[in-house]
C-alpha cells in the first residue's frame, strides 16, 4: 500500500526480471500525485459523501523484525517500544482528527485492512487499545471485512487470541515460502517451524478466513522447491491463496546491490519460469476444488469467501488511509500521507492532516483506472461499463483489445472480455497500453 516506484514494465517477449516496477497497483500511477492538488483532497473532505458508495480503512503498521530484500514498502526495522507507542498514537490522533470531517458523516466502514510492515508486529496490548479506539470514533458495526496481515515468526497463541477478538476475519499469512534457506537468503524473519504452528492454532480458534501469500520467483527458488511449496499449501487447505510474480522494484535490496555490481539483471526466475510456475500452482489448486479468482488468488469455496477490500477498492470505493505513507482516496480524488514517520509525526502532533500528495481523477481517469484494476481479475464486464461510465469499452479499447486478440490472450464475447489463462498471467504487461498518453512511461 506505500509503493512509489515508476514501472518499467517488462514486455511480453522480455524474459529476464529487471529492475523496476511490473505491477500495476493503481491508477493514475502514484508519479502524478502531486502536492500542489493537496487542496482537492481537503475540499472533497469537507463535503458529504456519497452514501451509496462504500466506504473503507487502510491503516499502515511499518514495523518489521527484519527488511526482506524484495521489500518495497516503507517499513523500520529498528524503532524501540517507546518510538511504536508514539506512531500508534499518532495514527489513533490522525484518525480522530477525520472524525470530524463531513465526508464520513454517519457512513459505516464496510471493510477494514491492517497492512505494513508487519502488523502482528504488534503486542496483543496495543492492538487491542488501538482498535478499541477506532470502533468509538468510526461506524465500525457494519463491517463485513476485516483482513490482517500476518508474518508467521511474530504470532504466539496470546497474539493470535487477541487478534481474532478485535473481529479480524481475514488472516493473511506472509509464508512466501517454506524452505529455511531460501527465507533466510531473501531476508526472511521467519522460519519453517513457525508457519506450521501459527497455521494450525489460528485455524483451531475459527478464523472466517486464512489465506496464505505466496511468491514465485524468490531468490534461490527451483522446480522442486515450488512444487513442494505448493503442495505444502494444499496440505494446509487454507481459504485462500494469493500468488505473486517477483519483481525488484528499484527500491529493495536486491536491486541496490544489483547497481553496485553493475548488473541489468535480477538473480532471481525469469518471467517464462515465474508464470509457469504459478500457471503449474493454479492448475493443482483447481484440481482440489480451488476457483482462480484473479491473476494472483485463488479461492476454496468464492459463494463463501470474498475479497471486499479488493472488489470495493478496485470500483471505486472510498477508503480512509491511517499511517506513515498510506494512500486512500476520497470523492474520486485519489491521496497520499507523509512518506516519512518523522515529517508524518510532526503533522499530526501539529493537529495537522498529514497528506503529501494528491490526485483528483478526471472521469476519463475512473473509467480507466477501473478497467485497468477489473482486468486483473481475467475479466471485463461490458454492461457494468456501460452502466456506470455510459461508455461501451468494446468500441473505447478497440485498438487494445484487438492487439491482445492478435497475441492470443483475449475473447471477447457478447457480455464480457475474458483473458485464457496465459493472458491472466501476463496481465500486468497489457496493463500499460489502457494509459492515458499523458500517463504512459517515456519509451512505451
Known sequence: MTTESVATTPTPQQKETKGGGYFVSNY???????????????????????????????????????????????????????????????????????????????????????????????????????????KSTLHWDRVEEVTFECEPGTLTEAKLEAIREIGVTRLSLGIENYDDHILEINGRAHRSPEIRRAYDFARSIGFPQINIDLIAGMIGETDENWTECVQRTLNLEPDSITIYQMEIPFNTTIYKEMKEKGETTAPVADWETKRRWVDEAFSALEERGYSISSAYTAVKNPETTRFVYRDSLWSGADMLALGVSSFGQ???????????????????????????????????????????????????????????????????????????????????????????????????????????????????
Open 330 to 444: 476520497f470523492k474520486g480524488v485519489h491521496y497520499q500521507n507523509e512518506k516519512d514517520d518523522g515529517p508524518y509525526l510532526g503533522r499530526v502532533h501539529k493537529d495537522e492532516i498529514p497528506i503529501n500528495r494528491a490526485h483528483p481523477m478526471t472521469e476519463e481517469e475512473k473509467l480507466v483506472r477501473e478497467v485497468i484494476l477489473h482486468f486483473k481479475k481475467g475479466h471485463l464486464d461490458r454492461g457494468y461499463f456501460q452502466d456506470k461510465f455510459n461508455v461501451d469499452i468494446y468500441e473505447r479499447f478497440k485498438e487494445n483489445f484487438a492487439e491482445i486478440q492478435k497475441e492470443g490472450y483475449l475473447t471477447l464475447n457478447e457480455d464480457q472480455a475474458v483473458l485464457n489463462r496465459q493472458g491472466l498471467l501476463r496481465v500486468d504487461t497489457f496493463l500499460h497500453s489502457f494509459f492515458l498518453p499523458e500517463h504512459t512511461p517515456v519509451g512505451k
Open 28 to 134: 493514475p500511477p502514484f508519479n502524478f500525485w502531486s502536492k500542489d492538488k493537496v487542496s482537492a483532497i481537503h475540499q472533497a473532505l469537507d463535503n458529504p459523501g456519497d452514501p451509496d458508495t462504500p466506504l473503507g480503512l487502510y491503516l499502515h503498521i511499518p514495523f518489521c523484525r527484519k527488511r526482506c530484500h524484495f521489500c518495497y514498502y516503507k517499513v523500520y526495522t529498528d524503532k524501540n517500544s517507546s518510538e511504536i507507542r508514539n506512531y500508534i498514537d499518532g495514527m489513533t490522533h490522525e484518525m480522530e482528527m477525520y472524525a470530524g470531517k463531513k465526508v464520513l458523516g454517519d457512513r459505516h466502514l464496510q471493510y477494514v485492512y491492517f497492512g505494513g510492515g508487519t502488523p502482528s508486529f504488534l503486542s496483543p496490548h496495543q492492538l487491542t487499545n488501538l482498535v478499541a479506539t477506532l
